[in-house]
């Protein structure tokens, strides 16, 4: 039997964030053949979590709100089953606004609840990918293929665009100008474990509007780590400013920014950049098919919006229209 990557599949998604597992959910769920392939760790994507020692952060999302009809279902659902919990209604002393759902043990939760039965591939960083007789074929890192009727597409834009380049992939030129100037803010991010409690009021996070700093959460008080320890993100100004400057001098930055906050002492942290934290515009469609024949779809946070939610819901419109319009039923 030849290697997992050298079998043809029927749809195969980049990208195992919430968007390319949502998508993958509902194409499993109707029956299609899926792979995931993803060149992280674990999957999850902008909803990662980390681990220093005992401590347990979120460093990407921080908490998952739900609008529309579909995915107020799936955070009760995911509520009922103990893959979500909610964190809080607001971070304001006595707050009462929407849930703010928080994932067991940490964020990457609801996308491994969708990815129950389907195969995702870790650590495997696509190349390219090439149109050749009426499939996609699709090159790894370290030269191994794979061969797909279908691709949906789910890294943030500038890095789509990269890969539809490496297959000298053509699109209409005003298109490619305006995928191509899609911008997305950074973010640098702290994770530091403390000596003690925070001091931080529940729930145990704070957002600010000006500073260096725009959001602090306690990763103890908001109950996914058995230690004292926080995340730290930068302000998209600062992360801007200092993303190419020494990783320590910007870690030192932040912690002497969030002083007047925190009781105990900084024992250990890591630095994380975030080089696409944030679309800067949201595409008008929920999802864009590249080529009908074979087909090729584009979804993500940029297409239905820039949270967990925008990017299930650009990952669902993905999946429906391949059902729908292009794959043979
Ligand atoms: C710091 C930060 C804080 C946030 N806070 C919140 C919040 O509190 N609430 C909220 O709702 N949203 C928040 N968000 C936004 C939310 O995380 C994203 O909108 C959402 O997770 C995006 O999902 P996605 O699937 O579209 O993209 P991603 O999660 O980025 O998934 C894309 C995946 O593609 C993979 N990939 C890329 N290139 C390749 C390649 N060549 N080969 C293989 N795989 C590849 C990546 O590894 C990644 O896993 C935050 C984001 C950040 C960064």
Known sequence: MPPPSDRHI??????????????AADLAGAGKQVRVVDKGRDLGGRMASRRIGEAVFD????FITARSERFCEITRECGNQGTLQEWCRGFSPGAMGNPRWRGVP???????????GIEVCLEKRVESIRCESESWHVTLEGGASIRA????LTPPIPQSMALLDSGNFQMPP????????SSYECCLAVLAVLDGPSGLSSPGGMAFEEGPVSWLADNQLKGISPIPCLTIHASPEFSQQHWDADREEVAALLLRAIKPWVRSNVIDFQVHGW?????TQV????????????PLVMAG??????????????????AAVLLDKLLPS
């Not at 005003?174 to 100037?181: E, G, I, N, V």
Request: glycine residues 10%.
């Open 149 to 152: 009727d279908a691709i949906i």
């Open 301 to 318: 946070d940029a297409f239905a919006g820039p949270k967990v939610e925008g990017a299930a819901c650009s990952g669902w419109a993905a």
């Open 174 to 181: 005003d298109l490619k100008s305006r995928l191509s100037a």
């Open 10 to 23: 029927e749809v195969l998604v980049i990208g195992a964030g919430m968007s390319g597992m949502a998508a």
């Open 275 to 279: 080089r696409y934290s944030k679309p």
């Open 59 to 62: 460093h990407g999302a921080q």
């Open 283 to 294: 595409e008008s469609e929920p999802c864009m098919v590249m080529n009908t024949h074979p």
């Open 106 to 116: 940490d964020m990457t939760a609801l996308p491994k609840h969708l990815a129950r």
